[in-house]
């Protein structure tokens, strides 16, 4: 199937900045939109920004003018680049990405990754 591995979480200042990546790996797939999730302690997962594969860009109202989503394609990877910080912020951070794969006879499902845990201290 498709496995997505993601990087870049850890423990940030408020007003500090860091980069999310999530690749993913596996044998004949295509993948259309992508998306970044997250979940804090006690509280529903919510999206946090997504991007079709046409590059069309959604944020959260909460993020907005400081999260930045991106992928690149060639290398299957999508990007979240998170600016000025703040505590509320702190959470697990998901990956999910839509493909279809030749297994699946070529039908879209799900991914996702493993979570990546994002810590803004005040």
């Known amino acids: 199937q498709v496995q997505l591995v993601e990087s870049g979480g850890g423990l940030v200042q408020a007003g500090g900045s860091l980069r999310l990546s999530c690749a993913a790996f596996g044998s004949r797939f295509r993948i259309n939109a992508m998306a970044w999730y997250r979940q804090a302690p006690g509280k529903q997962r919510e999206l946090v920004a997504d991007?079709?594969?046409?590059?069309?860009?959604n944020y959260a109202d909460s993020v907005k003018c400081r999260f930045t989503i991106s992928r690149d394609d060639a290398k299957n990877t999508l990007y979240l680049q998170m600016n000025t910080l703040k505590p509320e912020d702190t959470a697990v951070y998901y990956c999910?990405?839509?493909?279809?794969?030749?297994?699946?006879?070529?039908?879209?499902?799900?991914?996702w990754g493993q979570g990546t845990q994002v810590t803004v201290s005040s």
């Open positions: 991007v079709t594969i046409d590059g069309v860009t």
């Open positions: 999910k990405m839509s493909a279809a794969t030749a297994k699946t006879g070529w039908l879209e499902y799900d991914y």
